[in-house]
């Protein structure tokens, strides 16, 4: 297969399902924002939104404070944020439309049909009238691109660099919201060492149930645990699992599977790395975890991701520009 190829298809896969992300992480913030909250917190929840797709620089250069109206318009509208709903699935059309030869006609019916009903959705004010009818839609049509891409695509290398990007995207999009949720519950913790037990615990409970439904893990986590929410266990969860669907070990087991099927003659360390991280992954401890400090850990586990993006880049795709 062509790099150029194989690019567009790597990243437009990979676009789908940070929009994807996108929409779950605003849907659930917003959600939460309805709960009774102070200022401080509510601000900080909305910081952290920002913080997760390190784009809290940017906004800030353009916005004096921090509001749930601008984040919004700011993640969801603005053509000049990379990171945004409309940017991402701007880039996923164009990706589809430069390889469409190389997709089913449903793939590319798909992913145009999303852009053109983005735009629509957008300037009839849907965001504004239904925030959650719209993250439901973007949700949606991510669930379907996928479910027509497995359902109509030729299983060969193809499909297998669409699931690289996406699982790649997944695995750094889980990664980082449980890093932030994490560092808000610490923040939230010492500021409030002498709140009422009651209040403290139904607190931690929305904060743990949010985090879990923006990867659709709460039913998952009432059948795997059937008892209440932890953080020690939704870290288990997010991390450890290889039969939640998000999980960074299903992810990062996905993504060795596949590059295993695309192997070529500059990819052995590539493949070693993948492999070395699902390893630690499928054999690791989360009581290990916390011990050495989640955030360490998951910093780290970011900057293999990112190396392991690095790495395909150079063996199989378009060349990273010097």
Same mark, same amino acid.
């Given at each position: 297969m062509?790099?150029?190829?194989?690019?567009?298809l790597?990243?437009?896969?990979?676009?789908?399902?940070?929009?994807?992300?996108t929409?779950?992480?605003?849907?659930?913030?917003l959600?939460?924002?309805?709960?009774?909250?102070? /200022?401080q917190?509510r601000?900080g929840?909305?910081?952290g $939104?920002?913080?997760? *797709?390190?784009l809290?620089g940017l906004y800030?250069?353009?916005?004096?404070?921090?509001?749930?109206?601008? $984040?919004?318009?700011?993640m969801v509208?603005?053509?000049?944020?990379p990171?945004?709903i409309y *940017?991402?699935?701007?880039?996923?059309?164009?990706?589809?439309r430069a390889?469409r030869?190389?997709l089913?006609?449903?793939?590319w019916?798909? !992913?145009n049909?999303?852009?053109?009903?983005l735009?629509?959705? #957008?300037? /009839?004010?849907l965001?504004?009238?239904?925030p959650?009818?719209?993250?439901?839609?973007v949700?949606f049509?991510?669930h #379907?691109?996928?479910? &027509?891409?497995?359902?109509?695509?030729?299983?060969?290398e193809?499909l297998?660099?669409?699931r690289?990007g996406?699982?790649?995207?997944?695995?750094?999009?889980?990664a980082r919201?449980?890093? &932030?949720?994490?560092h808000e519950r610490?923040?939230?913790?010492?500021g409030?060492a002498?709140?009422?037990?009651? @209040?403290a615990?139904?607190?931690e409970? !929305?904060r743990w149930?949010?985090?879990?439904s923006? &990867?659709?893990?709460?039913?998952?986590?009432?059948? &795997?645990?059937?008892d209440?929410?932890?953080?020690?266990?939704v870290a288990?969860?997010?991390?450890?699992?290889?039969?939640m669907?998000?999980s960074?070990?299903?992810?990062v087991r996905a993504v060795?599977?596949?590059?295993?099927?695309v192997?070529?003659?500059?990819?052995t360390e /590539?493949?070693?790395?993948?492999g070395?991280?699902?390893a630690?992954l499928?054999?690791g401890?989360?009581e290990?975890?916390?011990d050495?400090?989640?955030?360490?850990?998951?910093d780290h586990?970011? @900057?293999?991701?990112?190396?392991?993006g690095?790495r395909i880049s150079?063996d199989?795709?378009?060349?990273?520009s010097?």
């Open positions: 062509l790099s150029r190829t194989a690019d567009s790597f990243w437009m896969c990979r676009y789908t399902e940070r929009a994807e992300n929409a779950r992480m605003l849907d659930v913030n959600q939460m924002s309805l709960l009774p909250q102070d /200022t917190t601000e929840s909305w910081l $939104v920002l913080r997760i *797709s390190e809290q800030q250069s353009k916005y004096a404070s921090i509001s749930p109206h601008d $984040v919004l318009q700011y509208r603005d053509p000049e944020n990171s945004s *940017s991402c699935m701007r880039a996923a059309r164009e990706n589809a390889v030869g190389s089913t006609t449903e793939v019916e798909t !992913y049909t999303t852009w053109l009903e735009l629509k959705h #957008l300037h /009839t004010g965001l504004e009238r239904n959650g009818e719209f993250f439901e839609w949700k049509r991510s #379907l691109a996928r479910g &027509v891409t497995i359902g109509t695509m030729l299983e060969d193809a297998y660099f669409l690289i996406m699982h790649l995207e997944r695995a750094d999009s889980t919201m449980l890093d &932030v949720k994490f610490g923040g939230a913790q010492e409030r002498e709140a009422a037990g009651t @209040a615990l139904q607190s409970f !929305y149930s949010a985090l879990l923006s &990867v659709s893990g709460l039913e998952i986590y009432r059948k &795997v645990y059937r209440v929410i932890t953080p020690d266990r288990e969860l997010l991390i450890l699992h290889g039969d669907p998000r960074l070990l299903a992810s060795a599977e596949d590059l295993a099927r192997s070529n003659q500059r990819s /590539t493949e070693r790395r993948a070395m991280l699902c630690e499928q054999y401890r989360v290990d975890i916390l050495s400090g989640l955030h360490q850990y998951l586990f970011l @900057a293999r991701i990112n190396d392991l690095n150079q199989f795709l378009v060349p990273l010097a």
